[in-house]
């Protein structure tokens, strides 16, 4: 199975390096804009460089990892498609839903394999409790409650191109709601604030952002962001049920700690995504090859992503008019 | 300093037997429907049984306790303050919020001490907590969670008399969020579901609930109640600031710990508030007696009272109609 | 049941006001080298001041409690056996072995219910593990290690005429290895150093020591002791057998946890015995008085009180000659 | 730099595929008694098979890695050092202290940079605590405790030829008392029994063991080592000093939790030493590498390898006479 990937940033890069670790895949292409990044990452990692349309052009390319910047993802899913190949994309497909629908419609024919990277369900620790909460351990799910908090704001220009921190930030955390309830939401309550930079409120964002949502069976979601976690990168899941509570947290920096006069301190968590999050990019890739080799669809999905776009749609919507957003 | 005690069941037992063992302050007289509990705490404590008249008309009586069940909180704090008495009366002052304000009304010209047992504000760990954020430890507060779930759920007949989870249970937690923020709520949204017990959903009520209230400075606060916890009496606290997190949670019923095939296995939290507020209710008939020798009025107030209750109200408004009430 | 209280000190102040407070139970008088000593805590609890001698020969009070300087310990188990009294007395019954035989060779003959006060038998959280291991959770002890800090070292005028570490401190964890493992130690090797102050070196005892102990059945025993421990009083116990570990430890000040740049900041551990071990304190007595009523010999026993002394001597010897000691 | 590995046993595996990852640096050449399991490493590596005298004589080889069986180390470092290869050997030189004396004497001409494998000096929470240490976060160092806890006895049939537990297991934690003190120790206790396995007490040798160390300049070192442990590889350093407490303990398999009516229940411990020292093993290589091309002696060296050899032939004398071993 050979892969073209296009955009070579941050997050191209680890998906690259990861295609070129993983035994009996070879990552056969690189693109980007910028000429020196898909040079520098095809010298580490064996891969040529070529333009799109040569990738896309290419048979001898099963997939495409799009890594490229947000406002191309959809276009490029549907290059692919019609090209015969299964797709891995980066989150989100586009920022407007209709987007993603109309070019979910337009794959539709091609059926080929496509994928989003809502990394976050490949979370080593978050799986290990989707996995037991599959298996009953805490019976009945009855309230989700999901903590996401980045180290440091993004810079006022990321802000202002984002859609937003409820389509830029959350939507991770609106995709986990649906994935560990294993259920659609139909009720959605935001509220945000700017209180970490008042430059992003100007901007027309908030930076510290709560969300309550319903599902079809009643159960309760709980989400909070923030811009700023002093003591790291904050990623936490509390899942309450009928017979208990399961839960999944941080790893501490490392597992040192001082008991001095001012008590007992322990290390900060892991800081940042790249490195929380490590595993859970490598487990992903993984299991899109998989399907892809296994002839199954993967998860998480296109219309996955379609929902968890709508979702962010909706408290955005609800955020902004203090309304609740029945969907 | 002598206490005359209204109502003699579970949680009059428990300030009688505190005021007993306060050095300088004695128990004077215990009044209650049943006589024969009346009678027994006041053999344990060594104090006269009397009627609820002859309480309010003895003027070597300085304070009354008010115990009794809540429908007649707000008459006995009238007939109470008329007579010249300083007054601690367990919450709620009374389900419906006019009658709050009438009562309110009608002592202010008595103005004589009046507390209201919002006995969190004094547990020793929410305490500490709270010390902290106001030295400043946190920076400026940003987000606000507050977890509170009941280790099981009451019997029916009890919700249907109760005012509903928001009034009933929830009302701590909103006096808390006003308390750990130092701000008024402006914004209410509810959501609620019962799913621990059908029949409280048969009811009319809901035994699983969250709430997202945005004070005027625009700080978040997430609560969320459950009737029911396997593992104890969940009471956790997170404030988020501008510095960091200062958390304050549970204890566990012993440190003793056992690791074997299965993992590290810790025992329950402390279950039930009983043991775990054991300390939190001497200590806010402490701070009562405090206030009332130093000629100062206490806290929680009649208006905290009246302001848990008005968000109580807004919270069950919010639950039943699906949106937000603003104050 | 009456008691009379042999000793007004700290310890004594612990042992009246916890006698005072069980109810069917009554302090019936004090005595103390310092009269005011005696007056003030008589006045606290409604005993009598009486010499040692009156009470001794007063036919109404039934227990004594042994409290004095240990260099009287002997002698009063003796003249309260004598006087047909059961007899709780504080660690240690003498620095001496040889004089702790003859004493329990003197009271064999009046056979009166006597305790010795290693409180941290008593302790909930090592109650609740003792009770563990003898319900088999851990399988078959092997391997059994105590840790035991001091927050500061004693006033080197108190050192001097302790005994030693061994018998001063080490006694309560050396009591604690026979009770943990229900059987006798056949082993044991000591080292010791003076590192927290050398004054306490220059008067040849040590402050900072470790032993290592064998049972008859093989199991094996760590204990550390240090005069100094800057994040509070640290008592740990960890038993390691067949099926797993089981472990109990300290509590913090209070639950509250900071988090931020520097990492997690917990509170230092409760400090000092008086806060750690006041229910065992209590409970302690209680089970004395339970012992009592119950026509049973209480537990820990005259005997446990030698052997534990025993084993400080073997220590002692060990250390200071570098041989293992072999009992 | 290129490297000839000698031994494709379980951990020659672990340093090959570590060296061929490295960037910059090559495998050239594998060996091993058995040679299917030098074709597979071979080939998985890109590295050729060769037998050890062309490896030796290969004057393109710059270093090597001795994986092979104990009784072949010394040899093996005196043969690679006289053909002026740079030598990294797995733990223990040998398991006489004679001939590793022998060794050392015989390297000493060629001089090139020799490493024994002490891989827990590596480990990043341990390297962290010692790096804190150096820093004197917590001042002067008193008491040092190290446990070191397997999850399973090995067969018998290894037992028998491991030169028994102190040589074989607890020679890890006798270099890291030396590494942590940054002394070396001049008195040995040292017990052991065999609770675990009666068949490894029947083959003259103990599966449960505990150490007592005091350095030159006083300071206390307490070691514990099982063959057992259920819960995990239980691996914990523990020092105190004049400031306060460092210490380091082990990873939980995840970080999910799950709370019950039995309490809370976290992941056994990370098992076995494969996984939980990964990063140490290649940690150590990269200080291998850095200190060849830096023309530095690499540490821990051949008399690190030496002295805790001799610490292990201490303690074995000590547990099997029962005396104190002064060096």
């Known amino acids: 199975m050979r892969f073209g990937l296009l955009g070579a940033g941050r997050i191209g890069q680890i998906h690259g390096h990861n295609v070129a670790g993983m035994s009996g895949i070879s990552l056969a292409a690189v693109t980007d804009a910028v000429p020196d990044a ?47 190949k299964a797709v891995f994309c980066e989150k989100p497909v586009d920022l407007s839903s209709e987007r993603i629908v109309a070019c979910l419609n337009h794959i539709s024919k091609a059926n080929k394999p496509l994928m989003i990277g809502f990394n976050r369900r490949f979370d080593p620790n978050f799986a290990a409790l989707k ?15 999901i903590i996401s908090r980045d180290p440091n704001p993004p810079p006022v220009e990321y802000v202002q191109r984002s859609g937003g921190l409820f389509r830029d930030m959350m939507i991770h955390d609106l995709d986990m709601a649906r994935f560990l309830t294993g259920e659609d939401m139909v009720e959605v309550h935001a509220v945000g604030s700017s209180l970490v930079n008042p430059e992003i409120g100007k901007a027309g964002d908030v930076d510290t952002a709560a ?10 979601v709980q989400i909070s962001n923030s811009r700023r976690a002093t003591y790291g990168y904050d990623q936490r899941i509390e899942v309450h049920g009928s017979l208990g509570m399961l839960r999944a947290g941080n790893q501490h920096e490392s597992t040192v700690e001082f008991a001095g006069t001012q008590g007992f301190l322990a ?50 919507h609800s955020a902004q008019t203090g309304q609740m957003v029945r969907l």
């Open 38 to 84: 898909a040079q520098k990452l095809a010298a580490e990692t064996g891969a040529a460089v070529m333009p799109v349309a040569s990738i896309m052009n290419d048979r001898t390319i099963d997939a495409v990892l799009i890594c490229t910047p947000t406002d191309t993802h959809a276009d490029l899913i549907e290059q692919a498609m019609d090209a015969g």
């Open 211 to 220: 969300v309550m949502l319903k599902t079809a069976g009643g159960v309760l």
């Open 131 to 145: 996995h037991r909460l599959d298996a009953g351990q805490a019976g009945n799910i009855e309230l989700v409650s």
């Open 267 to 316: 290390d900060p968590v892991q800081n940042f995504f790249l490195e929380r999050y490590a595993n859970a990019y490598r487990l992903e890739l993984e299991a899109f090859v998989a399907a892809v080799k296994g002839g199954k669809q993967p998860s998480p999905s296109g219309m996955d992503g379609l929902k968890a776009q709508q979702l962010a749609d909706a408290a955005t």
